[in-house]
Structures are given as C-alpha cells and as structure tokens.
C-alpha cells in the first residue's frame, strides 16, 4: 500500500474548524499576561529612608534584592551601605528584609507606602507607619534591663 493511497483528506471544513480551535486555545494566553503585568506594574514605587547612622562602630547594611550585598571578599571596597550615612531606597509594597552583620529583620512597606514591623523590635526600631525606618541596636536579643541605647534624643 502507498502512503498517497492511505493519506486522510482534510477538506476546507476541517481546516477552519482546527483554525477556530487554536484560537480558541490561545485567547486566554495572551489576556493573562497582560493582566499580570498590568498588575505588576501598577505597583507605585516608594522612596524609603533607612537609617542605621545610630549603630558604633560602622558597619554596612543590606536589603536583600534591592541594595549592594554586604557579603562580598572586601567590604572596604564593596558597594553595599555603610550605617555612616542614611539612603534612601526605592520600594514597592511587599516585604522585605533589614541585613547586618549583626541585626537582621523582616520589614513591610504598605501599600500606601509606609514601614511597618513586629512590636517586638520597638526597642531597636523605630518608623512605623512613617516612610523612614530607623535602626537603633546592633543586636536584637530581647532585653532584660536596660536597652543599649539612650532614650532621651
């Protein structure tokens, strides 16, 4: 038996309805990745100072996937924050993460553009609800007595 004897024929009517169901399969496709990058994109993006200035002795801080790592072979030359200064950094809403040495903890940016953090840390930071988040302890043991730094500005 020949191939061109055992071929199927695929009239016109067939050939529109396989042309009707491949589009109907990609519709959605490309409405779906609109609608996700609409909504990646809508996100405002917020200016958001960090100060670590109170920490002694200097040191260099991060935010994981936003700043300059701290954890590179030299970190005199390495291009992450020092706590000398304070930065403003460029957030969206969603969640993050202050790196130290030292000192590491989870922190959110609302959605209107605010710091928020667990009341546990009150003792060594400070600017919830405000767009500056300020870090005051090198460590974040809980404390016992007295904090390790003045309360009186």
């Not at 300059?68 to 291009?79: A, R």
């Not at 959110?108 to 060594?124: D, F, H, K």
């Amino acid at each position: 038996m020949f191939f061109s004897q055992c071929r199927p024929r695929v009239t016109s009517q067939s050939w529109c309805a396989i042309l009707v169901c491949g589009c109907v399969a990609w519709t959605p496709w490309p409405g779906s990745v609109a609608i996700a990058e609409s909504r990646e994109t809508s996100a405002k993006v917020y200016s958001i100072t960090i100060d670590a200035t109170s920490l002694v002795s200097q040191s260099w801080w991060q935010v994981p996937g936003v700043t300059p790592s701290i954890w590179t072979y030299d970190p005199e030359t390495s291009d992450a924050y020092r706590t000398s200064e304070p930065r403003d950094i460029h957030l969206k809403p969603g969640n993050y993460k202050f790196v130290s040495f030292t000192f590491d903890f989870p922190f959110e940016i609302t959605p209107e553009g605010t710091v928020e953090y667990a009341r546990s840390l009150n003792q060594c930071v400070e600017g919830r609800g405000t767009r500056t988040l300020v870090i005051r302890c090198k460590r974040t043991y809980p404390h016992g007595g007295e904090p390790d730094y003045p309360l009186a500005p």
